[in-house]
């Protein structure tokens, strides 16, 4: 199975702030990384996908990269409704994985 | 509206069955496959099960952790989606949430989720 490591694994940042979580692969898996944002007691939103493709209806401040197999999402300035925990989850091979995750406050 | 209604969930004893129900709307549900994910209290999320749809040949994916134990079948002709979950076990207790693939190729990518149904597997 690919392993996703995800990392911090908390994150505690101001307004404005700008913001990186970073999710590395065991093995290659392409382009094939989805983030998804998750609120207390709601289901996870997909924010980002392939990557770096931003699902529609996200804002512009939330955006994804890739070098190799290190994955990143960025928030280029922290909104309060930001607050959530954030995971990234491989696609490229069964069975699907997710990172740890990584709590987002302000 | 596109959506994904779950149900089905409750408090069972370890050893015993449950089957929870994914009702969609909103869309052709034949034409997209789905996941089954789970939630335990306090974690992160475990992707369970996959199952394509009849285009791709309805075919079938499972985590190791519940492969043999638990079985996701769909009802194209009610737009329902299934997750047959046998000998529960206490570490089987998680909030499920069933997913749809957010293009009818697509296999790993979701974007429409339910909102959830709670499973406690406790005696």
């Known amino acids: 199975d690919i392993q996703m490591t995800q990392s911090p694994s908390s994150l505690s940042a101001s307004v404005g702030d700008r913001v990186t979580i970073t999710c590395q692969a065991s093995q290659d898996i392409r382009i094939y990384l989805n983030w998804y944002q998750q609120k207390p007691g709601k289901a996870p939103k997909l924010l980002i996908y392939?990557?770096?493709k931003l699902e529609i209806g996200v804002p512009k401040r939330f955006s994804g990269s890739r070098s190799g197999t290190d994955f990143t999402i960025t928030i280029s300035s922290l909104q309060p409704e930001d607050v959530a925990t954030y995971y990234c989850q491989q696609y490229n091979s069964f069975p699907f994985t997710f990172g740890q995750g990584t709590k987002l406050e302000i | 509206e596109v959506q994904l209604v779950e149900s089905g969930g409750g408090l069972v004893q370890p050893g015993r069955s449950l089957r929870l129900s994914c009702k969609t709307s909103g869309f052709t549900f034949g034409d997209y496959g789905l996941s089954w994910f789970r939630q335990a209290p306090g974690k992160g999320l475990e992707w369970l099960t996959f199952?394509?749809?009849?285009?791709?040949?309805?075919?079938?994916e499972y985590a190791a952790s519940v492969k043999g134990r638990f079985t996701i079948s769909r009802d194209d002709s009610e737009g329902i989606a299934y997750l047959q979950m046998n000998t529960l076990k206490p570490e089987d207790t998680a909030v499920y949430y069933c997913a749809r693939v957010r293009c009818t190729s697509c296999s790993g990518l979701y974007d429409i989720w339910g909102q959830g149904t709670m499973v406690t597997v406790s005696s």
């Open positions: 392939d990557a770096s």
């Open positions: 199952i394509r749809s009849e285009a791709y040949g309805g075919t079938t």
